[in-house]
């Protein structure tokens, strides 16, 4: 697709680095940038000073592709606002890390309104809002889209040719099996490495090399917007959380008995499937 | 400090690294490399060249410096065969991730044969071998010094000394609140690395973003090195995988009840701690 017109609302480290990549990718499109705060305009104004930016949801008017880059709870209400404004063939799309309980709610609200799809890039940092986007996010990130069965075809054409001019790998899975992978591949991770931190405590950071850095990375990362991330797809990390408590139990198995051969056979397992992870 | 001769033993990264980054430090110093086996000679000399390189242990020979690269396992032996060659004011220090075990075999190893302090760098890769060797691996990295009450001060002062010449930031523990720290800040994320690598399995890799990349970065190292370190800490990784799994726990409860409240405020205890950690 080659937009004219990119309405991006809500815009923190996603949605900053859409509009980032966008300028560079469609350097003819209209670039607009809708924040619900007044107090948020200036340093939208900074990242992005070719836009049009503003708190006016009409933004979204004549719109060839609408980016929806708040929290999973907000889009509804967000959809809402901009419904008036929405021409049919504006393709509208989300960037939220949950997919399976708002798809119906998304799919309605804009049911013959604009051209609907999910997706769900898998790109971000600890760090979070526009001050820290980035052009480069999406180079070599995969990008998971959800269409359904009622998707057309058209729409899943369109949001890939979008995401891959950002640089982004695209993928397509439902909805459901987004949920569950990706429960193993980030949600998890992340409960997992806040735990880490709060097991080592304070007293020992001074000690930490780049081993604790890289593993409790995302722990840093923004405790409102996870713990609804986590909440929201609750019945996919606890059946993930499960197989992890699994492995754990393998490995702490054979360290209890002080077996290092079938520990190393264990740890070898997990760097096998881990060396496979092309490198970035 | 300031050594005319060190003499690295068993370099893999961590060794190779400390020969590199004395080359730079010490340029006046001559640097003698050991390696047991005749099949590593040509990539020591590759990343070396201008090392004394040799299978032959009398390299130690006037060494002001001698540094043990090898796994714990193998340093008492390693120990043994350059005896002979040490003079009493040579300062032996190794690299190991493990000290509270090795202190006492070590101290009586070389008493009375040369100036012993335990060192472990808290640098290193997921990557292994002297190929991926750094000159600037140890810039601003922690380096644990474990001296004991019969330590001599100008041991500590000597192994500090050197250490800070390569960049690193020194700290001193005693060996066994090393052992215990160490556990926390880097035994047990290997330990949970690898069991979320094994939870998450194959088949979600390809949507992993550089949450999941991070996490599970260290689980790709090598395995039998980490099975050795595991064992030989046993008690103290399960000490603190205790205070991960009641960490753990908390978090789930909250999860389980779907409270994101209380979850949010779990994850901000873990945020918060995290945050303090400086970017390196």
Redesign the interface.
Known sequence: MNPAKITILAPGLIGGSVALAATKAFPKAKIAVWTRRHESLPSIRTVLPKADVSIDPSLATDADLVVLGSPPSALPELVRSILPFLKPSALVTDVASIKGPLENIMAHLLQNKARWIGSHP?????ESGIAVARADLFQN??V?LTPTPTTPADVTRDATSFWQALGARV?T?TPQAHDE??A???H?????????????????????????????????????L???I??NN?LQ??A??K??R???N???SA??K????A?????????K?????PT?
């Not at 499937?273 to 992870?277: D, E, G, H, S």
């Open positions: 898998m790109a971000g940092s600890e990130a995969p998971i993928l899975l992978q990706i193993r591949i980030s998890l991770p992340h409960l997992i490495a806040s735990a880490l931190v709060l097991a080592a405590g304070h007293d020992s950071l001074p000690l930490a090399g780049s081993g604790y850095r890289d593993t409790t990375r995302v722990a840093a990362g923004p405790s409102e996870w713990s609804e986590l909440c609750r990390v606890l993930s959380l197989d992890f699994s492995s754990l393998d490995l702490v360290l209890k002080g077996d290092a051969s520990l190393a056979k264990i740890l070898d397992d997990a760097a499937i881990r060396r496979t992870l970035s």
